[in-house]
């Protein structure tokens, strides 16, 4: 069974078309990107696959169970649309350690072990109001992955990063491939699509074009 199964999907936005009766079936542990210009709804599909936007008409299903009926936020995704909001005048740990009292799934040890990972310091006394946009971005990767989560749902991860971090969380995002997590991704960068995706869709005339090749 797909993880995640869209089914005959519209959506318009804002007057305009974004989708046309489109269907897509993704199968665990392999990693899928999306490509697509700029306004194409790289970003509203994801949102749609996460419950926080639904679609006009059709049927989005996640492990079997229909967003917006059966299940209204995807349990075990890791999402990474829109940089998250943070609390200014808080350290990056202290963040994280927010978003992680929601659940009550891992200690403070995961939550160091994760930042160091994505290239963070975890002791780091520096407020994220402070924080470049590359280390945001890092830190939007570590709540993403900090609860080790099965999908994660990843738009524009890469944006900020230097080399060397991009380097880095692709070499992570391949190991969890290995794990049998499930990725969906979108990066303006072919690199980082031709090196991660097993599968590559492209967003055009309001469908869902495959390029594999």
Do not use: W
Not at 58 to 69: A, P
Not at 86 to 109: H, M, S, V
Not at 126 to 143: D, E, F, R, T
């Amino acid at each position: 069974m797909s993880v995640i199964s869209l089914r005959n999907v519209s959506k318009s936005y804002k007057g305009l078309t974004l989708f046309d009766n489109i269907d897509l079936s993704i199968e665990q542990g392999k990693i899928y990107g999306f490509v697509g210009p700029n306004g194409s709804g790289k970003s509203v599909l994801f949102k749609m696959i996460c419950g926080f936007v639904f679609p006009d008409s059709g049927k989005i299903l996640v492990d079997g169970l229909e967003m917006g009926k059966s299940k209204r936020f995807p349990e075990n995704f890791g999402i990474i649309i829109d940089r998250p909001g943070y609390i200014a005048n808080k350290t990056g740990f202290q963040n994280l350690k927010e978003l992680a009292l929601i659940r009550g799934k891992i200690n403070d040890d995961k939550i160091s072990e994760t930042m160091k990972i994505v290239g963070l310091e975890p002791q780091a006394k520096q407020k994220v109001k402070n924080y470049s946009l590359g280390m945001k971005q890092k830190l939007a990767i570590a709540q993403s992955i900090m609860e080790d989560q099965k999908v994660l749902i990843l738009d524009e991860a890469f944006n900020a990063l230097d080399a060397e971090s991009v380097e880095r969380i692709r070499n992570l995002l391949l190991s969890y491939k290995e794990e049998g997590r499930t990725i969906l991704i979108t990066s303006h960068n072919k690199e980082d699509i031709n090196l991660l995706c097993d599968h590559v869709f492209r967003i055009n005339n309001h469908k869902l074009e495959s390029l594999d090749r």
